[in-house]
């Protein structure tokens, strides 16, 4: 996992959704996580994946950044 602060994160998926899941992210009521912004499976494979400092994941609603909370739980 490598960690770039507030321009972004490269880690793998499933650091990604367990920092999602342990902050409370809002899910669909499929399951998937409530998140906007700049998100990205690196090269196409859904293993790892980047995130861009746009990036948000929301909590009862509200936006919180993405970045920060990985910065903070990887």
């Known amino acids: 996992m490598m960690d770039n ?3 972004g994160w490269i880690g793998t998926a499933s650091e990604l959704e367990h920092t999602l899941r342990c902050s409370g992210c809002d899910t669909t ?3 998937k ?3 906007d912004g ?5 090269m ?5 994946f980047v ?3 746009d990036a948000v994941y929301y909590v009862k609603g509200e936006p ?3 970045v ?3 910065s903070t739980t990887s």
């Not at 700049?38 to 690196?42: A, C, E, G, L, Y």
């Not at 196409?44 to 790892?48: A, P, V």
Request: proline share 4%; with cysteine.
């Open 44 to 48: 196409g494979g859904g293993e790892e």
């Open 5 to 7: 602060g507030r321009r």
């Open 68 to 70: 920060t909370v990985l």
């Open 64 to 66: 919180r950044s993405l």
């Open 29 to 31: 009521p499929n399951g």
């Open 38 to 42: 700049s998100i990205t499976s690196f």
């Open 33 to 35: 996580f409530c998140v």
């Open 51 to 53: 995130v861009g400092a």
